[in-house]
């Protein structure tokens, strides 16, 4: 990623986006270290701002413009950034960040053709975490094993920003490779109270070990929400990955990284068609159950638990 006159920061993971205006304005103090950085806001934009702040200045600072919520933009600045990108000012970095969506569409075609796109995809499912897990390590210049990145995953949950501070700790705090004991170590109490962890006790076959952990998962603060959640996520996983081969499908056809499928191939070992669905139709009971549809949402996931157990038979 180089700074330009003209940049355009495009998704709406915020960790991505937030990392790429540090970059960005690291590199304009770089080459100036008197740089003046603005923030400007595009759904309060005033009229004639974008002027103001991008004409040439007195003592000869260069100027970046780092431009916030381009998603919502008012038409003042829609009107006046079009305009802009027809006279671009020298010395003058202006950066637009759109969280997503279709306003001002003319206004991001257009950006795209005047500079670079810094592409801030979501991260939602696992193999992207593992993937934003691994490239922080490389970026680092440190290894982590592919065991302890799915610990990490499991340990950690959906939030990104928080994701990324865990891996940053790791980095900090250890040496050499990381594994799955060095995860456990830092995250063990999540690790093995986590949805995941109790998902895949109930889907070995453990039933005693995972009740244990989701009783202990929502004694210390767990919602049933998730721990549902994680039943379902890898009760997917299991049925994309059983009916790969008879549909001729691949693993970008599924939407599953190479290492979850693997290890579902491996998870799929004692368990047949009929229990499988019989288990997902459980879980989508319990799903229902757990919010709002059942008098006792804890009763809930051990029914879906005992279900899942029952199911592989």
Request: proline share 4%.
């Amino acid at each position: 990623m180089e700074l330009a006159p003209i940049v355009l920061i495009k998704g709406p993971e915020a960790v991505l986006a937030d990392r790429a205006r540090t970059r960005l304005m690291r590199q304009a103090r770089d080459i100036d270290p008197d740089t003046e950085i603005t923030h400007v806001d595009a759904a309060a934009y005033a009229p004639a701002q974008l002027g103001v702040l991008t004409s040439p200045s007195l003592f000869g600072e260069r100027r970046l413009i780092m431009v916030d919520n381009a998603n919502q933009m008012n038409d003042a600045f829609l009107t006046e950034m079009l305009d802009y990108l027809e006279h671009v000012e020298e010395d003058c970095w202006v950066i637009v960040h759109h969280g997503g969506g279709q306003r001002g569409k003319k206004l991001l075609d257009a950006l795209a053709t005047a500079g670079p796109v810094v592409a801030c995809e979501e991260i939602k499912t696992d193999g992207d975490k593992a993937a934003f897990i691994a490239q922080d390590f490389r970026r680092a210049r440190r290894r982590i094993d592919r065991e302890a990145v799915t610990a990490l995953v499991e340990a950690v949950g959906s939030d990104v920003a928080e994701l990324a501070a865990a891996s940053a700790q790791l980095i900090a705090d250890t040496s050499g490779t990381v594994t799955t004991d060095v995860v456990k170590r830092y995250y063990g109490n999540r690790v093995e109270a986590s949805g995941f962890a109790v998902a895949d006790a109930a889907l070995a076959g453990d039933i005693p070990k995972a009740l244990a952990l989701s009783r202990h998962a929502i004694d210390t603060g767990t919602s049933p929400v998730p721990l549902v959640a994680a039943l379902a996520m890898k009760l997917r996983s299991l049925a994309k990955v059983g009916g790969m081969q008879a549909r001729g499908l691949n693993a970008r056809d599924v939407g599953l990284a190479p290492w979850q499928i693997d290890r579902a191939r491996r998870e799929l070992r004692g368990w047949r068609p009929e229990g499988l669905g019989a288990a997902i139709i459980a879980v989508a009971q319990a799903d229902e159950d757990v919010k709002g549809g059942g008098k006792d949402p804890v009763y809930a996931v051990e029914k879906a638990i005992l279900a899942i157990g029952a199911a592989r038979g």
